[in-house]
């Protein structure tokens, strides 16, 4: 009993594969995709999804905010960045967030709460990729 899952970024399909689950970061909390799962569209934050061949996680893939669509047979996932976790920099992580707390702090001088709303929400995805590239270091 598997399911077709998709993780598309902007530049390409990362993932096309059949897998038994894949635990996806959904906004309000972690949510598995698996044969059967009743149909719903959801957002994502970032975070890491693990696909599952039994029991046993096969892959693992950071994405950075997104949206799902879970069918009882598939599951597509549309994020803004896509990354094998050993793929993440802890110095591009490390820029990205020194950037975007630049950005916040500019934004707040000119009392851009829509933009600070935005930069809050992109900063604990940067924060996020930081500690999963700081980890798989480890």
């Known amino acids: 009993m598997s399911i077709q899952l998709e993780i598309v970024s902007p530049e390409k399909v990362v993932v096309s594969q059949q897998v038994d689950m894949a635990v996806l970061p959904g906004l309000e909390g972690d949510i598995a995709a698996m044969e059967g799962h009743v149909p719903m569209i959801f957002l994502l934050r970032g975070g ?11 892959d693992s893939f950071f994405v950075e905010s997104g949206f799902a669509e879970m069918k009882e047979t598939q599951c597509t996932v549309l994020a803004k960045e896509v990354k094998k976790l050993d793929e993440l920099s802890e110095e591009v ?3 990205r967030l020194a950037d ?17 709303r935005e930069l809050t929400d992109e900063m604990q995805n940067a924060r996020v ?8 270091k480890k």
């Open 48 to 58: 890491v999804i693990h696909l599952y061949e039994g029991n046993k996680i096969i």
């Open 129 to 136: 990729m930081l500690e999963l590239a700081t980890s798989v």
């Open 100 to 116: 975007l707390e630049a950005s916040f702090q500019e934004a707040a001088k000119g009392n851009d709460a829509e933009k600070q």
């Open 93 to 95: 992580a490390t820029k």
